[in-house]
T-cell receptor
Framework: QKEVEQNSGPLSVPEGAIASLNCTYSDRGSQSFFWYRQYSGKSPELIMS????GDKEDGRFTAQLNKASQYVSLLIRDSQPSDSATYLC????????????FGRGTSLIVHP | KAGVTQTPRYLIKTRGQQVTLSCSPISGHRSVSWYQQTPGQGLQFLFEYFSETQRNKGNFPGRFSGRQFSNSRSEMNVSTLELGDSALYLC????????????FGPGTRLLVL
């Protein structure tokens, strides 16, 4: 059973701080990693994807991947109250399968 | 360009009934995936259709089925509803099945009484 684990939170950070969200996965053959943001009552929205070890930056967001340790993280710099949402980590294995495995998400609260 | 649309947005059914949900992908997108989201299990993959063929299937019972039409619109059917089927059902479309470029619809919230 392929598993993707996330701390459910809530993770509470003050406005302007760095929010750090973590995700671990069990399938060592995983090749593609994604972070989705889901506001309450809304559908998930893709914010980052990463495929290689290291960091990938996009605006205030940085995804970090460490395949040896089987974890992927998302850093949000200069956190804003509008970043308050649930962040879902998703992992796709190799081999052409499009079946993704999602974590249950981490709730982030950015307070003014 | 219009986004992914799902109908209906809300649905209340009773145990034993069946339900059909509809998803219209973004124009030009040929892949449609269906997901079930519940507080207890999170977001779980149901199945993916591409060019009218089911290409991938998650670990759900046969009561859950789907199909895709020539215009890429997709329907999902759940027969003999159980209380545990209460969930948010999401569909996502992509151009050719590239998972990284999936766009989710607003979802259909199903309540089974």
């Amino acid at each position: 059973q392929k598993e993707v684990e996330q701390n459910s939170g809530p993770l509470s950070v003050p406005e302007g701080a760095i929010a750090s969200l973590n995700c671990t996965y069990s399938d060592r053959g995983s090749q593609s990693f994604f972070w989705y943001r889901q506001y309450s009552g809304k559908s998930p929205e893709l914010i980052m994807s990463i495929y290689s070890n290291g960091d990938k930056e996009d605006g205030r967001f940085t995804a970090q991947l460490n395949k040896a340790s089987q974890y992927v993280s998302l850093l949000i710099r200069d956190s804003q109250p509008s970043d308050s949402a649930t962040y879902l980590c998703a992992v796709k294995a190799s081999g052409g399968s499009y079946i993704p495995t999602f974590g249950r998400g981490t709730s982030l609260i950015v307070h003014p | 360009k219009a986004g992914v649309t799902q109908t209906p947005r809300y649905l209340i059914k009773t145990r034993g009934q069946q339900v059909t949900l509809s998803c219209s992908p973004i124009s030009g997108h040929r892949s449609v995936s269906w997901y079930q989201q519940t507080p207890g299990q999170g977001l779980q993959f149901l199945f993916e259709y591409f060019s009218e063929t089911q290409r991938n299937k998650g670990n759900f019972p046969g009561r859950f089925s789907g199909r895709q039409f020539s215009n890429s619109r997709s329907e999902m059917n759940v027969s003999t509803l159980e209380l545990g089927d209460s969930a948010l059902y999401l569909c996502a479309s992509s151009l050719a099945g590239d998972y990284q470029t999936q766009y989710f619809g607003p979802g259909t919230r199903l309540l089974v009484l």
